[in-house]
């Protein structure tokens, strides 16, 4: 790996340490009588910081040499800026890690893909009385978020979207909120397909009873965590497919011209049961248009199964090799569960489930 060396010689005593690591980039300087030498420094930067195989509040982001310094009295605090944003660096050349993530996914979204961020440090050479700062020439650091874990749940909840309420509350899931799905091998797309009526309103929500993380719309645009959106609306009656690209920070809506079947009962067969079709049915989440999101709470299954999904009849039935989340196909494969206790929603359009773990 390669190492930055940096070296201050002659550098006068600076005035006013300061604690604010924002002021640290300009220090205010007054001469003083005794010349105090600042000697080499360096930096050696991690070539690939992979969260995957990241355990820990704190990541290591370099190794770092503090300057010497002519006078014992002083010792090296650290800042590294990472896209000019400020961090707090330990002696050891870390930083918290949760910070880091933040950081990263506000920029980029949450796709673990190699980003390249310019970075910098700062060394504050301080007695705790005067103090000067030194900063490295700027170097490369490379950072992978780690896949995420299980799909991150987005509902919609509005005037048109299950019973109409607008009731965000934890326990209205599958009433007032409905959530989006996703696909087994791709945790940050997320979609939803259903019929929406022209002129009623609705929004995306990311925790059942908090209104922070949002979608809503401003001049026919979807827009996120805007606090003066308002509702989004589609421009006419018929079936939509709503798709949030959380890596891309991107939110679709277009008409959906896919088949759709209409039922009036959707059940889940299998070896628990003894595969009888007509039996375990789901209750439909919406009330106030035309219902095809479906849900079962609270179901525990004592040991291992498989299962389907049905409407009522093996004439049409749903099933695909993964789980917890899937995409059912007609007359695919038997969907494996875990045992456990879950709730389990299931889209008629889509095909697509989620057994949620409880």
């Avoid at 604010?20 to 420094?41: C, L, Y």
């Avoid at 007509?278 to 040991?303: F, L, Q, R």
Wanted: some cysteine.
């Amino acid at each position: 790996m390669k190492k930055f060396l940096y070296i201050a010689a002659a550098t006068l005593l600076l005035a006013s340490c300061t604690e604010d690591f924002k002021d640290w980039a300009e220090p205010q300087s007054n001469p003083q009588d005794e010349v105090i030498t600042f000697g080499n420094g360096s930096v050696t930067p991690v070539s690939i910081i992979d969260f995957a195989e990241q355990t820990g509040e704190r990541v290591k982001v370099c190794d770092i040499t503090a300057p010497s310094t002519s006078d014992t009295a002083y010792h090296a605090q650290y800042t590294i800026f990472l896209n000019d944003q400020a961090f707090f660096l330990g002696e050891d050349g870390t930083i918290n890690a949760q910070e880091l993530k933040d950081y990263i996914i506000n920029l980029y979204g949450k796709a673990p893909e190699p980003r390249v961020l310019d970075a910098k440090v700062e060394w504050l050479m301080t007695n705790g009385i005067t103090s000067t700062s030194i900063l490295s020439a700027p170097f490369e650091i490379t950072v992978i978020l780690e896949p995420i874990a299980k799909p991150d749940l987005w509902y919609l909840v509005g005037s048109c979207i299950g019973d109409g309420s607008w009731g965000n509350d934890p326990a209205n899931v599958g009433t007032a909120l409905i959530p989006m799905y996703t696909e087994p091998d791709n945790f940050t797309v997320i979609t939803y397909v259903g019929y929406f009526p022209a002129g009623q309103g609705f929004k995306l929500i990311h925790q059942p009873g908090n209104w922070d993380e949002q979608w809503g719309m401003t001049d026919g645009t979807p827009v996120k965590n805007d606090g003066g959106s308002s509702n989004i609306e589609v421009p006419a009656d018929g079936y939509y497919q709503i798709t949030y690209d959380m890596a891309e920070e991107t939110l679709t809506i277009a008409p959906y011209d896919g088949l759709v079947g209409v039922y009036d009962m959707i059940t889940m067969p299998g070896g628990y049961q003894d595969w009888n079709a007509g039996g375990n049915a789901m209750t439909p989440m919406s009330t106030v248009v035309e219902n095809h999101d479906w849900i079962m709470k609270h179901v525990t299954y004592e040991d291992n199964t498989e299962l389907k999904f049905a409407n009522g009849s093996w004439a049409v039935n749903w099933g695909a090799p993964t789980f917890p989340v899937g995409v059912g196909v007609q007359n695919g494969a038997n969907i494996p569960v875990d045992a456990g206790t879950y709730t389990v929603v299931f889209n008629d359009i889509l095909g697509r489930y989620y057994f949620i773990s409880e």
